[in-house]
């Protein structure tokens, strides 16, 4: 990622995700396909609120989105989410050069040595 104007479109997809209920409802459309009224009260938010969260991921190209009904049903897009092939693993995205892992609720994700050096430096430092 050299390029200023693919740097751009990375920022727009991590822009798009970082918000606490935007990460919330990713985590529930890992689990599969949901419409706004359900996922709504799964994260629960105002429906209306949860219609602009959508369009956000949406207008990203995180989210696919077709009409069942009078329903709309939104989804990860398989560019962009590819589930996970461990227990404890949902899935992961994938944001230009970055991936997120979505992990199950309750499983935190492993420790490495190299981590806890890092934080061990940063409180020794303080």
Do not use: C
């Not at 207008?59 to 009409?67: C, F, H, R, S, V």
Request: aromatic residues 4%; glycine residues 8%.
């Amino acid at each position: 990622m050299t390029e200023f104007s693919e740097a751009r479109k990375v920022a727009a997809l991590l822009a798009a995700v970082a918000e606490p209920t935007r990460l919330r409802v990713l985590w529930q459309l890992a689990r599969g396909p949901q419409n706004v009224g359900t996922l709504a009260d799964l994260v629960d938010i105002p429906m209306v609120n949860m219609s602009h969260h959508l369009g956000v991921m949406r207008q990203a190209g995180i989210l696919d989105d077709e009409k069942d009904g009078r329903k709309v049903i939104y989804k990860l897009r398989p560019g962009v989410f590819t589930p996970g092939t461990e227990p404890n693993v949902l899935g992961v995205l994938t944001l230009g050069p970055f991936r997120v892992v979505l992990w199950i609720k309750g499983e935190p994700p492993p420790v490495t040595s190299s981590s806890k050096s890092r934080r061990k430096a940063s409180k020794s430092s303080k």
